[in-house]
């Protein structure tokens, strides 16, 4: 069976992206498939209405093929290529369509080849997956043995492609934007994230109501506490979508200044890094509820035996006056979890390992160890340098995970106010001059 | 507009899940959602048949909801109910199935209470939120301001959650899936995992070939080291796949021994911290290429206080000889990544922490600092108690954060290893007595 819709001309070209396979379904594989191919196709001004996933069941793989077929511009199909899936995909693709098999000498050599670089015997089975539908162009994989199929008509675009995600992406890139590139009524589409830290978010929104082009402002309940601004334009042009995307970048810079600490996939320990590097500083971390986890965070970048020295995870009492000389009087006097005990761990980790900076943090991670008066979330966050100390009192929650994750966060962001001080924003300058070089995202 | 179509007694129950946001379907967000609620729907043994993901569009909506409610026994829809979504989802609800809205004062109580908590004035907008489908029943959402939604006719069910996923995995448990239990042709699905570590996966599939009903075994690229076993038995009743289960977990058991760690959600943190609670020890960390990581996970765990004192990140070589007292003349000759630097590290951290244990890691995690001798991804772990040092030298490769994960991993081990030397392996007996009281999974 066929169906053939012409192209409705003058609407944008919507997409489907169909995932195929028992392991999806059942939550056992997390589809990031359709992730990665709804981004990609976005970068051709395709943008996608409709995932679908069905299980290795013809019939219900027949139905979602005619529906998308029927509603979309360009259908992605994923998965059900391999030899373990008894080829349900493309047998359901030729019998929707009406077509049969032809074997593409192109993909049996890529198969033999394959196959013996990893000194493996081709078997039948193997070898049946250079069985093409007819009228078909075969897209080569060189990643793996199943290759892409793609077929078009009317302006449709059909594609099957593997559902190895290194196969899958790499036919993506190489294979399939190529071939939809310039599709009539594609809108490019182009964005921006921008990190905010230290903001309230209401705050936050007030400063920028009536900044355009703003569309979304993720601050989720599962998040580290940052809010993160994502500027999306769409345009004709990719050099329309880039200069208006980078005209409400700059509005947005105007208004929110060093608030902004970095852009796109930019993580507070890249930026904080990059400040101390390019200041020649060194910093030890005293940590106490977050565990080590703002050293890990520190140390997930590469280089960073540059600038940190040391840290030492307080937990008990007596490391925080073994490690760190915290005055016995002090913890005594006002606790372990206090504005005092943050001051005496930073100046202490400071001192100890004679950095440039310190930075401490004392909280209740929980479940247990509150108090009415120091309840469970409550975080004080010190950094000290040559001029003195500064500490931060945070409440943030009653998960000790999230409240790990938030403090450590914060921790960072301490840091990085207190580099940029004296000296400015350099990161901002610079991520400036990026922008203004090269346009595209 | 309605539509009713009886139930199929006798086919097992199959479920859509539909997934509603512009944030998955562009690829910003990948869909744990359906995931989570797959694997969930599973215990109840409804296995999923469709998943369907469409936008904030309300004839998309239509449609999926729909052909959902024609062809599925168990329906669930989630996001689209915040307050940010314009209800896209609730009004589309009501016009497929003919319904109006009524306000419930159960949820408007919930929403206010939970702004008040947190200090904040509920707006008209967020009230609206209590606005719910006439006949039908409220989920209460005691973790978010959106209520559930169920609705049940003809034996089939209809829910719609938020797609917060903190808020939606909650409602999953506690009030969807009570209300599934035992549907007409449910095949129940138990599934165990155990989880394996530090034997190589091609000698474990050696031990166990023989072994049936073992689905899956795991290992990832991107893994910490470690394989997952997955049994997996589908059956009648609760009871035949639980017995079944249990006595291929008792043949594995036979022949792993002590190299399975854990069960289902049991990680070495949760593990390592079990058994020193229960032998009254203590240890202490010092870290040099892991960064912090090894301790972060140890204080993931609840009640960690009780048995970590303190570790130190000894990034820098002065804070190797400053906090942990190795000896320069060991730096000199050995290097700073060596057995001899390892076994310094870990014994000076169990004495100046005065702790049970102390476990230490030093390592090349790239991407600079290797040589031939010594190349990225070199690392050496020690564990020291009252006997003596342990040293185990590994290669991670070249990838800087897997060689962090895979060398917390591996420490983790190491002293579960050395925790279980002498007196057994009581996880496992616990566990053991657990399975055979309580035999759901």
Same mark, same amino acid.
């Given at each position: 069976?066929?169906?053939?819709?012409?192209?409705?001309?003058?609407?944008?070209?919507?997409?489907?992206?169909?995932?195929?396979?028992?392991?999806?379904?059942?939550?056992? #594989?997390?589809?990031?498939?359709?992730?990665?191919?709804?981004?990609?196709?976005?970068?051709?001004?395709?943008?996608?209405?409709?995932?679908?996933?069905?299980?290795?069941?013809?019939? +219900?793989?027949?139905?979602?093929?005619?529906?998308?077929?029927?509603?979309?511009?360009?259908?992605?199909?994923?998965?059900?290529?391999?030899?373990?899936?008894?080829?349900?995909?493309?047998?359901? &693709?030729?019998?929707?369509?009406?077509?049969?098999?032809?074997?593409?000498?192109?993909?049996?050599?890529?198969?033999?080849?394959? &196959?013996?670089?990893?000194?493996?015997?081709?078997?039948?089975?193997?070898?049946?997956?250079?069985?093409?539908?007819?009228?078909?162009?075969?897209?080569?994989?060189?990643?793996?043995?199943?290759?892409?199929? +793609?077929?078009?008509?009317?302006?449709?675009?059909?594609?099957?492609?593997?559902?190895?995600?290194?196969?899958?992406?790499?036919?993506?890139?190489?294979?399939?934007?190529?071939?939809?590139?310039?599709?009539?009524?594609?809108?490019?589409?182009?964005?921006?994230?921008?990190?905010?830290?230290?903001?309230?978010?209401?705050?936050?929104?007030?400063?920028?109501?009536?900044?355009?082009?703003?569309? +979304?402002?993720?601050?989720?309940?599962?998040?580290?506490?940052?809010?993160?601004?994502?500027?999306?334009?769409?345009?004709?042009?990719?050099?329309?979508?880039?200069?208006?995307?980078?005209?409400?970048?700059?509005?947005?810079?105007?208004?929110?200044?060093?608030?902004?600490?970095?852009?796109?996939?930019?993580?507070?320990?890249?930026?904080?890094?990059?400040?101390?590097?390019?200041?020649?500083?060194?910093?030890?971390?005293?940590?106490?509820?977050?565990?080590?986890?703002?050293?890990?965070?520190?140390?997930?970048?590469?280089?960073?035996?540059?600038?940190?020295?040391?840290?030492?995870?307080?937990?008990?009492?007596?490391?925080?006056?073994? &490690?760190?000389?915290?005055?016995?009087? #002090?913890?005594?006097?006002?606790?372990?979890?206090?504005?005092?005990?943050?001051?005496?761990?930073?100046?202490?980790?400071?001192?100890?390992?004679?950095?440039?900076?310190?930075?401490?943090?004392?909280?209740?991670?929980?479940?247990?160890?509150?108090?009415?008066?120091?309840?469970?979330?409550?975080?004080?966050?010190?950094?000290?340098?040559?001029?003195?100390?500064?500490?931060?009192?945070?409440? &943030?929650?009653?998960?000790?995970?999230?409240?790990?994750?938030?403090?450590?966060?914060?921790?960072?962001?301490?840091?990085?106010?207190?580099?940029?001080?004296?000296?400015?924003?350099?990161?901002?300058?610079?991520?400036?001059?990026?922008?203004?070089?090269?346009?595209?995202?």
């Amino acid at each position: 069976m066929k169906r053939d819709t012409p192209q409705q001309n003058g609407e944008p070209p919507r997409a489907e992206i169909i995932t195929i396979g028992n392991e999806v379904l059942s939550g056992r #594989t997390v589809n990031t498939n359709a992730a990665f191919i709804a981004s990609e196709l976005e970068r051709a001004g395709v943008s996608v209405a409709w995932v679908t996933t069905v299980g290795d069941v013809s019939s +219900h793989m027949r139905d979602a093929f005619l529906r998308a077929w029927e509603r979309a511009t360009v259908v992605i199909a994923t998965g059900g290529l391999g030899p373990t899936h008894d080829d349900v995909t493309r047998s359901v &693709f030729c019998e929707v369509f009406s077509r049969g098999l032809r074997r593409d000498e192109a993909v049996l050599q890529n198969i033999r080849s394959l &196959f013996s670089a990893r000194g493996r015997q081709v078997t039948p089975r193997n070898e049946e997956q250079a069985l093409v539908p007819e009228g078909t162009e075969v897209l080569q994989n060189r990643w793996g043995t199943a290759p892409g199929i +793609h077929w078009t008509e009317n302006g449709k675009h059909w594609f099957m492609l593997p559902g190895v995600p290194r196969e899958m992406q790499n036919l993506m890139t190489h294979e399939v934007l190529p071939r939809l590139r310039g599709l009539p009524g594609a809108r490019i589409v182009v964005r921006r994230e921008l990190h905010v830290v230290g903001v309230p978010e209401s705050y936050l929104m007030d400063q920028i109501a009536d900044i355009h082009g703003i569309e +979304h402002v993720a601050s989720l309940p599962d998040s580290k506490g940052e809010v993160c601004l994502r500027v999306t334009v769409t345009a004709g042009s990719n050099d329309e979508a880039c200069a208006r995307c980078a005209r409400i970048v700059s509005d947005l810079e105007a208004r929110l200044g060093d608030a902004i600490y970095g852009y796109d996939g930019d993580t507070l320990e890249v930026v904080v890094g990059r400040l101390l590097a390019e200041r020649n500083m060194t910093i030890a971390v005293a940590e106490s509820c977050t565990g080590g986890l703002v050293t890990s965070r520190l140390t997930d970048v590469p280089g960073s035996s540059r600038y940190l020295v040391s840290a030492v995870v307080a937990y008990a009492n007596t490391a925080k006056t073994d &490690f760190l000389g915290v005055p016995l009087s #002090t913890l005594t006097a006002y606790g372990a979890v206090s504005a005092e005990t943050a001051a005496a761990m930073a100046s202490g980790i400071r001192a100890r390992s004679q950095t440039d900076l310190g930075v401490a943090v004392t909280g209740i991670a929980g479940p247990g160890g509150g108090s009415p008066e120091k309840p469970v979330g409550l975080v004080y966050l010190a950094v000290a340098d040559d001029e003195g100390v500064e500490v931060v009192r945070e409440l &943030f929650g009653d998960d000790r995970l999230l409240t790990k994750a938030r403090a450590a966060e914060t921790a960072l962001a301490l840091v990085r106010k207190r580099l940029l001080r004296k000296t400015g924003n350099p990161v901002r300058q610079e991520k400036l001059k990026d922008r203004e070089g090269n346009r595209a995202t």
